[in-house]
């Protein structure tokens, strides 16, 4: 029996409570997972809102987050990252001085952190031992919210560092998988790798089939309404791009054509500099302003290839 399928009995599993919250400018879901008994809760992949060409940040977003766990009187016990994200900044920081809550991600962000940290050409002040975060988990960490059982499953594909949570009967997949008529993320990042992304898919799947399923991500294909949640067997059978009809040759040639021809996330950049450090801004300059930076040719040629074992 794969060890997931010994995690879950639905039967006996406490339904957690999400509420949904998505950014349109971003396509981004953030979560909200309320165990109703004890109304502690956690919150999955907050949002911060950049305005890129002015280069200021709002909390628009996140405080519609914070409204609504003030309104039902939660606890915040986690604030929740499936991966170090390259197209939305995180709210973390912002919601947990609101909120309370450890700010958390796996413990594969060391590897993230060492591959930006030369990219972004980070001095020695830059630890990549993942600090910045108050709680990093390991594949396999389990943990309780009120009566929630939570566990921690490593998904790498789509970066190195990928974490799904189960919540109960929840999974929170990240960017592992989309809704059924979506597919699956791109794994052209800096350690990123289709091979390993199906793999990891193919774990995820062996889940009992009502297991629901909360995606990081909407993009709304063929312009059909918002999306954000489906089951295991739905995706089981149903997910173009990794349903147990496809192999794992199939799946890595078409992951790999597909990706050839995407353009890098419009917020790559400042994303990825905040975001591994866990949503804190880089240090400011001895006047007390502050700059991100641009690597030229950062994410092409020998720059990724250099890490395409991670």
């Not at 592992?176 to 794994?187: E, N």
Request: charge should be negative.
């Amino acid at each position: 029996m794969n060890e997931l399928a010994t995690l879950i009995d639905l039967e006996c599993a406490v339904k957690p409570h999400v509420e949904p919250f998505f950014d349109p400018n971003t396509w981004t879901m953030t979560y909200v997972v309320v165990d109703p008994a004890t109304r502690y809760c956690v919150i999955v992949d907050p949002v911060l809102d950049l305005d890129y060409p002015s280069g200021s940040v709002t909390t628009k977003a996140a405080d519609r987050v914070i409204d609504y766990v003030k309104l039902e009187n939660l606890q915040v016990v986690d604030i929740l990252e499936t991966h170090v994200h390259a197209d939305h900044l995180t709210a973390a920081p912002y919601l947990k001085e609101q909120l309370g809550g450890a700010v958390t991600i796996g413990s594969a962000i060391t590897f993230v952190q060492q591959v930006f940290k030369g990219i972004f050409n980070e001095d020695d002040s830059f630890a990549t031992d993942g600090s910045q975060f108050d709680l990093i988990l390991d594949d396999g960490a389990n943990w309780q919210v009120g009566e929630l059982q939570c566990h921690a499953i490593h998904v790498p594909g789509h970066t190195p560092a990928c974490l799904a949570y189960l919540i109960g009967d929840a999974l929170f997949v990240g960017d592992t998988l989309f809704m059924p008529d979506a597919g699956t993320a791109r794994c052209d990042f800096p350690g990123g790798d289709a091979r390993t992304l199906f793999r990891s898919i193919r774990r995820l799947l062996t889940l009992p089939d009502d297991v629901r399923v909360f995606v990081c991500h909407d993009y709304q294909p063929n312009g059909r309404a918002l999306r954000w949640e489906s089951t295991v067997g739905e995706q089981r059978i149903e997910n173009i791009h990794a349903s147990e009809s496809v192999s794992e040759d199939e799946f890595v040639a078409m992951r790999e054509t597909r990706d050839a021809t995407l353009a890098m996330p419009t917020l790559i950049l400042p994303s990825l500099q905040i975001n591994m450090r866990a949503g804190n801004l880089p240090p400011a300059d001895r006047d007390g302003r502050l700059f991100l930076k641009v690597p030229i040719n950062a994410f092409g040629g020998d720059d990724v290839s250099r890490f395409s074992e991670i």
